[in-house]
């Protein structure tokens, strides 16, 4: 029986048993050998045996109550803010498996907490960074409208600094974009609508996107794959994904290079791989270059927002996905997503 599980309570009833039994014997040797006033012997050892009883009762509840006394006051001390309270639960039983619930409710609530305080540290830091992030266009558009106004009659300046401005405008764009997108990422609103889509569809329209770009900037894109291979995704966030990633690797590859996009499968995975023969990744910042916001100390991209990666990996998971990202510097960087196959 669980409720024997304690040694305390094996301790009570042992006590109980062994004042009952000892009490049979004195009785039944006083009725086998007839002694006088075997009645009251018998009276006063029942009495005896009762008070053995009830003293050892008094001592365990004694003990129970001291030990319900001591948690309730850890309890309240933990309410009451100290969060390193942990309830002695060294004894076996039903009481003390309640006390390990309640030192692993604590753990979780201090998980929470924990986490909580982790958010808000977060939030505080996005906050700082959205607002670091805007500042540069927003300066910039401050000095280009300034200089419009002063070179009204040049048709030539104002051409030239409107365009300028629509490129800062386009940057606050992106960002803002970017940052609900991985915002409805995180907060779960979104459900991948997954469908079975052809990988080469998805790369075609890939290439659309991407084309004119890299006709501008002498730079050559290459898709590679099989036109018969299919993957369960969201069409919009995969392309999402895969742009992203394509982007970044337009971003940092000069005149002249090449952006390879190659897709195979294999017994149960999908894979796309982007590969380029640019700047590459300093082996310092491979570790970071998820983060959201991180700006290497090694780039010389100064239109970059670091946001594009962040939710690429984002997409990529949310879609049971990984992506992982190598590189050497000054040869390039390669680009790995690895989807499992499902029906």
Request: aromatic share 8%; net charge negative; hydrophobic share 45%.
């Amino acid at each position: 029986m669980k409720i024997f599980a304690n040694q305390k309570i094996k301790e009570l009833f042992a006590g109980i048993l062994l004042s009952m039994l000892v009490f049979t014997v004195i009785s039944a040797l006083l009725v086998v050998f007839g002694t006088e006033n075997g009645a009251l012997c018998i009276w006063l050892g029942s009495l005896s045996m009762c008070a053995v009883i009830l003293l050892l009762c008094y001592r365990y509840f004694r003990e129970q109550n001291r030990v319900m006394e001591e948690t309730a006051a850890q309890i309240t001390e933990y309410i009451s803010g100290n969060k390193d309270i942990l309830i002695e639960c060294n004894d076996e039983g039903e009481l003390y498996r309640l006390f390990h619930e309640v030192n692993a409710l604590v753990s979780i609530l201090n998980a929470h907490a924990e986490n909580e305080k982790r958010a808000k540290h977060f939030l505080k830091d996005i906050i700082s960074d959205i607002s670091h992030q805007l500042k540069t266009p927003l300066a910039a558009l401050n000095i280009y409208n300034g200089i419009l106004q002063e070179e009204a009659e040049n048709a030539s300046s104002v051409r030239e600094f409107a365009s300028l401005s629509e490129q800062e405008l386009d940057r606050i764009e992106t960002l803002v974009q970017n940052l609900l997108k991985i915002a409805k990422l995180d907060a779960g609103t979104i459900c991948p609508e997954k469908s079975p889509e052809h990988v080469s569809d998805l790369m075609k329209t890939v290439e659309k996107r991407f084309r004119f770009r890299a006709e501008q900037e002498g730079k050559e894109l290459i898709f590679s794959g099989s036109e018969e291979i299919m993957f369960f995704c969201d069409r919009i966030w995969i392309l999402e994904a895969v742009g992203n990633i394509v982007k970044n690797a337009l971003d940092h590859t000069k005149e002249g290079g090449i952006i390879r996009i190659e897709w195979k499968t294999f017994a149960s995975v999908v894979q796309i791989v982007v590969r380029d023969n640019g700047s590459g990744i300093h082996p310092e910042d491979l570790y970071y270059i998820f983060k959201r916001f991180y700006r290497s100390r090694f780039s010389k991209d100064t239109q970059g927002i670091g946001l594009g990666l962040p939710l690429a990996k984002a997409v990529v998971e949310a879609h049971g996905g990984t992506i992982e990202a190598d590189s050497t510097p000054g040869m390039g960087a390669v680009f790995t997503m690895n989807f499992l196959i499902t029906e």
